[in-house]
């Protein structure tokens, strides 16, 4: 071998340890990122699952499965997972619907305050969810609130209807809220992917003798199918996940915890109760569900790409 043929050889070996090592400056601190930060927990609420604990003393009780058992009979849970679910849908359905039709309104239509739309629309998502769930709490408030006032100027006596004080329409009262508050980041990752679409596209369905709701269909939403799937699994985590704030704010999971979801369940029995080994046991049931969900909407969601060439 000549000697400018093991220069080679070295300097090829030498680039792809360089290249190596920079790979791995960035993946090895993300996984230890994740492994403390997600991982970990996740291992250690199993592990308090299989006791019965306070969370404040020193002693904890070995009682293996009890606590998951203690939950399959527990009303209190089912009616937790049904509210998360109905606002799992609720949400998907009212925030898809709302943020397509500004979405494509804003983008297709042409309105000359398209950006002052954009950010009026998007306001509550730099709200905090506690000020939001303040905020609508004033509006439900039967006394003072705006919705009693307004719909108090069509009768003739004051409106002073508790909204929140019903346990079979409690929980519909914070999908308002809820999608009020999501709207705006949706809408705008849908104008992003319209706007990526060809003018050339609706040109050509124009001439054809396409009319705006054909071009909907075969255009739009075809082309943008991805957004709207990652929108979906989005919601649904952040449902699942995030629910505990908005409903602990509003309701704290009552009247006569109709309004309850996992999050708060979770919140009540752990903090409040001081039942930390049954919370855990809530916490990686939140885990599974998420998990069995987002498997199950990708599978029913599961569409050819359509590409724009």
Do not use: C
């Not at 209190?76 to 509210?83: E, L, P, Q, S």
């Not at 998360?84 to 042409?110: C, E, H, N, Q, S």
């Not at 075969?218 to 985590?237: A, F, R």
């Not at 001081?274 to 916490?283: C, L, R, T, V």
Request: glycine share 8%.
């Amino acid at each position: 071998m000549s000697l400018l043929g093991g220069i080679g050889i070295m300097n090829s070996g030498t680039a792809k340890w360089q290249r190596n090592i920079f790979i791995a400056s960035f993946i090895i601190p993300t996984l230890l990122f994740f492994g403390v930060f997600t991982i970990y927990p996740v291992i250690q609420g199993l592990y308090y699952s299989f006791f019965d604990w306070s969370g404040m003393s020193e002693t904890k009780t070995f009682i293996g499965f009890d606590n998951f058992k203690e939950m399959f009979h527990d009303p209190i849970v089912w009616r937790a997972i049904g509210n998360d679910y109905f606002l799992v849908a609720g949400k998907i359905i009212g925030i898809m619907v709302l943020a397509t039709f500004f979405a494509v309104a804003l983008t297709r239509f042409g309105f000359k305050l398209a950006g002052f739309f954009r950010s009026i629309f998007f306001i509550p998502n730099v709200i905090s969810v506690v000020v939001i769930g303040v905020l609508w709490n004033f509006i439900y408030n039967p006394q003072i609130g705006f919705l009693n006032a307004f719909l108090s100027l069509f009768t003739k006596e004051k409106v002073t209807i508790t909204w929140l004080g019903f346990p079979d329409h409690t929980i519909w009262m914070l999908l308002p809220p809820a999608i009020w508050a999501g709207i705006g980041f949706y809408m705008i990752l849908l104008i992003a992917a319209i706007q990526s679409i060809p003018e050339s596209y609706y040109e050509a369905a124009n001439i054809e003798g396409a009319g705006e709701w054909r071009q909907f269909w075969n255009i739009t939403i075809p082309l943008v199918w991805e957004q709207i799937k990652v929108s979906i699994i989005n919601i649904m985590m952040t449902t699942l996940n995030g629910s505990f704030v908005i409903v602990w704010i509003m309701t704290e999971g009552g009247p006569d915890n109709s309004s309850q979801v996992m999050g708060s369940y979770l919140y009540q029995m752990a903090f409040r109760q001081f039942h930390f080994g049954y919370g855990a046991a809530i916490g990686f049931v939140i885990l599974v569900l998420s998990l069995i969900t987002t498997i199950v909407l990708q599978r029913l969601m599961r569409h050819e790409s359509v590409e724009m060439s």
